[in-house]
């Protein structure tokens, strides 16, 4: 069992970059593969990128601006994001799962609180 918890959201002007943490205190969340997703206001939950044993996965939507990487000496997953838009506006999730086919899923097994990105035209 691990409990991710997510931090580096913010308020920034379109064309700014942020990046966000997904950090964990259990050592076995190296091993587990880590999703970030996004859901604005009104809108489903979306997937944005993912890092696992699989490799990595980017939404069409964010692909060639965010890039997701682990460091497994912190425990810490990140979310670079550059070329920000206001499309971006939504609260960020990380979910983390054993399976690396079903941590890609709203059915993740472990879930952060979120934390507020949003992004100023």
């Known amino acids: 069992q691990v409990q991710p918890v997510e931090s580096g959201g913010g308020l920034v002007q379109a064309g700014d970059s942020l990046t966000l943490s997904c950090a964990a205190a259990e050592r076995m969340f190296r091993s587990y593969t880590v999703t970030w997703f996004r859901q604005a206001p009104g809108k489903e939950r979306e997937f944005v990128a993912t890092i696992g044993w699989r490799g990595i996965t980017y939404s069409d939507s964010v692909k060639g601006r965010f890039t997701i990487s682990r460091d497994d000496d912190t425990n810490t997953v990140h979310l670079q994001m550059n070329s920000l838009k206001p499309e971006d506006t939504a609260v960020y999730y990380c979910?983390?799962?054993?399976?690396?086919?079903?941590?890609?899923?709203?059915?993740?097994?472990?879930w952060g609180q979120g934390t507020q990105v949003t992004v100023s035209s």
């Open positions: 979910a983390a799962d054993l399976s690396a086919s079903q941590a890609q899923t709203l059915e993740a097994d472990y």
